[in-house]
């Protein structure tokens, strides 16, 4: 499993917009990103295009990490 990071988040309402813009592409209902470390997480029974999610993220001004697990 790989896990991603969102560089650039300095508040609440930056979270909420990645947030968003995750779900509103992706259909996905359960996202959470965590401001305080940047990780990205969601139900564990979908599985989640990686350039989807980094065009996600880029379209709200961020940046997307893949790190292994």
Do not use: F, H, W
Request: proline letters at 3%.
């Amino acid at each position: 499993m790989k896990k991603y990071r969102v560089k650039g988040l300095q508040s609440p309402d930056c979270a909420a917009t990645v947030t968003t813009s995750i779900q509103t592409r992706a259909g996905i209902e359960e996202v959470n990103v965590n401001l305080a470390t940047g990780e990205i997480t969601y139900g564990p029974a979908v599985c989640v295009d990686t350039r989807m999610l980094r065009e996600a993220v880029e379209s709200a001004g961020y940046t997307l990490e893949e790190e292994e697990a």
